[in-house]
């Protein structure tokens, strides 16, 4: 079965790396992640920036350049870049921005609705959330309204996930990533997300599992496997992030 990986970390020593809540990232770099998914069929996929890679875009479209064009980007910003900046890092691959509420070092969520409009608008990026699904109420009714927007790692938090679940009945989409990093029961919220919206789960590897209690396994395919049929499988596997990254 393909796989589009929707959600995955490349880090690379040779470009810029800052400690994060006093945390350091292991090593990572595209041969690694090409030799342990060499098997997995994987046939594109989106590579995300991490809270302590900051607003660094050259490794970013350092590893695109290797990875080829069924990769693509998902960015970190500031508010301050410009119409043309953006429009370079799309032609480079670039393919949605990302707030990073968990862990900082991303832009301050207060710019979400303009900065989220505003790449929509001018190169067709959605949003994608680092976020405790918990805390989703309080920017709710922005979220609702935005043309196009993500949710990491199924929401991280069974607290969380019937405010996820609204969203998702809004057209939110959801990331099926990070299973080991999660605090919720991971087979409810596959089937909720699902039974909502049968086109918002997306799966990913999330290699290489910084910071998560247990790492990805190729369990983790196997499980979406068992839990759905062929073709809703191949939804989430492959088809919902295609055409979300690539529409």
Known sequence: MRIFDAHFHIIDFDFPITENQGYVPPSYVVEDYQKETATFNIVGGAIVSGSFQGFDQDYLVNALEKMGSAFC??????????????????????????????RGGSEDLSKLDYFARRVYDLVGWHSELYIDAKDLPE????????PAISIDHLGLSEEGLPHLLQLVDQGVRVKATGFGRVELNVEHALKSIYAVNPDALMFGTDLPSTRAKRPFAYAD?????????SISAEKILYQNAMNFYFK
């Open 73 to 102: 980007g998902v960015t970190q910003l500031p508010f301050s870049v410009t119409d043309d900046e953006i429009i370079d890092l799309h032609k480079k691959g670039m393919r949605a921005l990302r707030f990073n509420v968990k």
């Open 221 to 229: 395919i196997e499980l979406i496997q068992g839990l759905f049929d």
């Open 139 to 146: 920017i709710a009714s922005t979220i609702e309204k935005l």
